[in-house]
């Protein structure tokens, strides 16, 4: 099946500071990305869309602001955590859509292996 | 009410036991999948359906979309199919997934 990257794996940062996280699509190119976030023992919360070349599409309630995502090429999305705060902590997952059957709305979604955030 | 729901939240079961994992949605749907995610946190997507049965190896996957409802089964478990396994549906026009809350399956030697 196809592959997606995320990097880094693991990261601590300092409150305040902004942390990059890049989510890769390694055998096929997708104008899609979901970004999801986790908190322990809850399920997966969408955060954002973001789409190769326009601007992300925001879930309400995520500050477009504070979570900057970049889909600058159709392989490589970015999720920039600014001005990172401990409640910013979490396990961030993307997703590259690869559609199926011809059809935008029906698709294969691959997750990558997720960057666990640890803000100090 | 959520409009995926998922039975049971917690399931623990011997090594060699068939298990069923239960899937009940609420909206029109293009597709369903059956993702697993192991407790490191990596996510792997095991189906995706949008009618009939899908097999692969020891797990199946079911879907009858006029009741609205799929089933994962996994046949001769094994501890290491100890997971969370969470349902998720493409809502009819829409491209994103809805998540289920998930069934905490754990499988004892």
């Known amino acids: 099946g196809a592959v997606v990257s995320q990097h880094p794996s693991r990261v601590i940062c300092k409150s305040g500071t902004s942390v990059k996280i890049e989510c890769r699509s390694l055998d096929f190119q997708a104008t899609t990305m979901f970004w999801y976030r986790q908190f322990p023992k809850q399920s997966l919360m969408l955060m954002a869309t973001s789409n190769e070349g326009s601007k992300a599409t925001y879930e309400q309630g995520v500050e477009k602001d504070k979570f900057l995502i970049n889909h600058a090429s159709l392989t490589l999305s970015t999720l920039t955590v600014t001005s990172a705060h401990p409640e910013d902590s979490s396990f961030y997952i993307c997703?590259?859509?690869?559609?199926?059957?011809?059809?935008?709305?029906?698709?294969?979604?691959?997750f990558g292996p997720g960057t666990r955030l640890t803000v100090t | 009410k959520n409009e995926v729901e998922q039975s049971p939240q917690n399931l623990t079961a011997q090594e060699g036991e068939f298990i069923t994992i239960n899937c009940s949605y609420s909206v029109g749907i293009s597709a369903l999948h059956w993702l697993q995610q192991h407790p490191g946190g990596g996510i792997v997507s095991l189906f995706m359906?949008?009618?009939g049965k899908k097999k692969h190896g020891r797990l199946i996957a079911t879907i009858n979309i006029q009741e609205k409802h799929s089933s994962l089964h996994i046949t001769a478990s094994h501890p290491r199919d100890s997971a969370v396994y969470i349902c998720a549906v493409i809502r009819l026009g829409a491209q994103k997934l809805v998540f289920g809350q998930g069934t905490r399956l754990t499988i004892n030697p």
């Open positions: 359906l949008s009618s």
């Open positions: 997703s590259a859509v690869l559609p199926w059957g011809g059809s935008l709305n029906s698709y294969e979604q691959y």
